[in-house]
């Protein structure tokens, strides 16, 4: 199988899409003729033209609500918002209307919109342009979110959040652009609330969003070395959540590391911890642990901002203490 | 069981009261309502009566002493036994803080109040007692454990207070159950059988060595029973020493094997040995034209019916060895 880059499988699913569907356009900034500063939409608007792949002043309230109202009459738009913190500019458009407008209107109308956008720090970019903020509208109903962890779930999320008839938030880590994954020529689409058991094991269940996939491998085979028996799983999308795979290995190992990149306080971890607590409670071997980024503003220091994001070495570390009964917390 | 009377709380700002009669004595008989003792604050004198009925054990603040609002002044007993259980339930209530009883409307002198139903520390602490006994001998001293082997244990009515005594050190976590000591169900089964048949074998042929035909008659009927099952047989003579006598069977060594120990008791007055121990046991003893045999297992390792069915088999074997020799 062939193995392309992230930002190229993202680039495939938007022309595969716009080709198949003539309502689906591309709107946001730098879109069109940049490309988007990590170079994904680069093409598109060559084979597409200026009509359906639209680059915008920097104005994001402004063109998601036009994007919401299109959505509302029949388009299906796909909003690049450039990085993952500028949601806070949209959040009206997206939270009070593109969310609420199927259950207001009786579900008279449908937003079928994407919002593509990002997260994940240690890029250097600084407290406003690192934060990954995808709990913020995983805690809104009536948005789907999906977090892709490769090349591949990237493609086949998309193509989905684009065929889905309600407002979807999809979040790329923007470190993982360049990374390539197998993925496979014709055309696949990957169901929302589907998780994927990546690794099976008995010992201890490590649970990773998006990037954090890749370090609880990495985790998982520092623990193998140990002879440590994980489980790895990729939730893929927040809304729908997958709970009955989480839970199904939670009673299986009896310990779970929840990984994510958002703040921990308040966070995804906390929310799938939390369901593990209350679902799989007598199954529980060792309290659910929850990893997230360090509650601070990302510092542009890279000494500092390297802290601030849970490592590959840290998650091992966890397992390994919550395997062998050792107390993360005092009693 | 004991209930504490405290100085109660008669108005607002009032600190302290002084006791100023008791109206029982030590020992003697309190009926629930009975003025129990009479108490002047700088407003007012009021009687208190007993809220519960009993014996008044122990009184501890004399006539005329003032003491704080909440200060233990006595205790009432379910039974008026000596002083020894009142000193220990005082000890106890001592290193706690007093709580405040509650009262009643108090309206103006000589009002009647009532001291309601004051739970003393040392209640509490019976209650947690009763309601935890289950986790044995450290009681109201929660065990840590986790879920799952919370869970677990309760599940193979396993007691966690064992672990706690072991001295496996806390929080439990599921692995820890395998290092709970099995709960004993050991059992012994009794079996007479005729040594007539044996007796006349070894009387016609001195190579017949009795042990080697126990050993021979209980693999054959082990093997009868557990066909997949190898066995090991073991035996122990009265000096306490062990020696192999036949290894499991090579061709069925993929399978568990099991190993039995074989005492024969037929030379001495012995009559049976029961081990109560996760070993299988069996003992052989002789008197007269009789076999006693004595099979000692854990009923949670080999099945009650299941040793049934192998000890006749063995009989069946004892009492007619030619058949079997066959």
Excluded at chain 1, 273 to 278: F, K, V
Excluded at chain 2, 89 to 114: C, G, M, Q
């Amino acid at each position: 199988m062939r193995s392309i880059t992230l930002s190229q499988a993202v680039n495939e699913a938007i022309a595969e899409e716009m080709r198949r569907d003539s309502s689906v356009f591309l709107i946001g900034e730098d879109v069109a003729e940049a490309g988007t500063p990590f170079k994904i939409t680069s093409g598109l608007v060559e084979e597409f033209g200026t009509q359906r792949v639209i680059d915008t002043p920097i104005s994001e309230p402004g063109f998601m609500g036009l994007a919401v109202g299109a959505a509302i009459t029949g388009s299906r738009p796909i909003v690049d918002i450039m990085f993952g913190d500028f949601l806070f500019l949209i959040m009206d458009q997206l939270c009070n209307q593109a969310a609420k407008a199927h259950y207001m209107s009786g579900g008279k109308l449908n937003v079928p919109l994407v919002v593509r956008t990002n997260l994940g720090a240690t890029r250097r970019s600084a407290a406003q342009h690192s934060q990954s903020l995808h709990a913020l509208v995983s805690h809104i109903p009536g948005l789907k979110v999906a977090m892709p962890s490769s090349a591949y779930e990237a493609k086949g999320l998309l193509k989905t959040a684009i065929r889905d008839d309600n407002p979807v938030v999809i979040f790329e880590d923007k470190l993982m652009y360049q990374d390539k994954a197998d993925v496979p020529e014709d055309e696949y689409l990957i169901p929302f609330g589907e998780a994927a058991v990546l690794q099976e094991g008995n010992q201890v269940t490590l649970i990773g969003t998006s990037s954090m996939r890749q370090v609880c491998e990495d985790a998982a085979l520092i623990l193998e070395d140990e002879e440590i028996s994980v489980e790895i799983i990729d939730p893929r999308t927040l809304v729908p959540l997958d709970e009955k795979t989480i839970l199904n290995s939670a009673k299986k190992t009896g310990r779970v590391v929840v990984v994510d990149e958002g703040h921990q306080n308040f966070g995804v971890t906390a929310e799938i911890a939390s369901r593990i607590s209350e679902k799989a409670f007598y199954y529980l071997d060792a309290p659910v642990i929850r990893m997230g980024a360090m509650d601070v503003p990302v510092p542009f220091s890279p000494v500092l901002e390297d802290l601030t994001v849970p490592t590959a070495e840290k998650v091992a570390s966890n397992a390994r203490k919550i395997i062998a009964g050792e107390l993360l917390h005092e009693l | 069981m004991s209930y504490e009377v405290k100085m109660p709380q008669l108005g607002m700002n009032q600190d302290t009261a002084v006791v100023v009669a008791w109206f029982k004595k030590e020992g003697e008989k309190v009926e629930k309502g009975d003025p129990l003792f009479e108490v002047e604050t700088d407003k007012a004198t009021m009687e208190v009566e007993a809220q519960k009925e009993g014996y008044l054990s122990k009184i501890r603040v004399d006539e005329g002493s003032e003491v704080p609002v909440g200060h233990l002044l006595a205790l009432i007993s379910d039974n008026n036994e000596g002083s020894d259980t009142a000193q220990t339930d005082l000890a106890v209530s001592d290193t706690l803080e007093p709580s405040e009883p509650e009262v009643e409307t108090v309206k103006n002198k000589s009002t009647k109040i009532e001291v309601r139903n004051i739970e003393s520390p040392s209640n509490k602490k019976e209650l947690i007692n009763s309601s935890s006994s289950n986790y044995g001998a450290n009681a109201g001293d929660k065990i840590l454990a986790s879920p799952k082997a919370k869970f677990a244990a309760k599940e193979m009515g396993f007691d966690l207070a064992e672990l706690r005594n072991a001295g496996i050190s806390e929080p439990f976590h599921f692995a820890d159950l395998g290092r709970m000591p099995q709960s004993s169900s050991f059992s012994s089964i009794y079996m007479q059988v005729s040594a007539e048949a044996i007796n006349a074998l070894i009387l016609k042929s001195e190579s017949v060595q009795r042990s080697l035909l126990f050993s021979k008659f209980t693999s054959s009927a082990w093997s009868f029973v557990f066909e997949e099952s190898a066995l090991e047989v073991v035996f122990k003579d009265t000096n306490g020493e062990s020696y192999l006598e036949t290894g499991a069977d090579t061709l069925s060594s993929s399978s568990e094997t099991t190993t039995i120990t074989l005492i024969d008791l037929c030379e001495t007055r012995l009559s049976a040995y029961e081990t109560g121990s996760n070993n299988l046991t069996l003992s052989f003893s002789q008197l007269q034209n009789e076999f006693t045999v004595c099979l000692s297992f854990n009923e949670k390792i080999l099945q009650f019916s299941d040793a049934v069915k192998f000890l006749n088999e063995l009989g069946a074997r004892l009492e007619d060895p030619i058949l079997q020799l066959i």
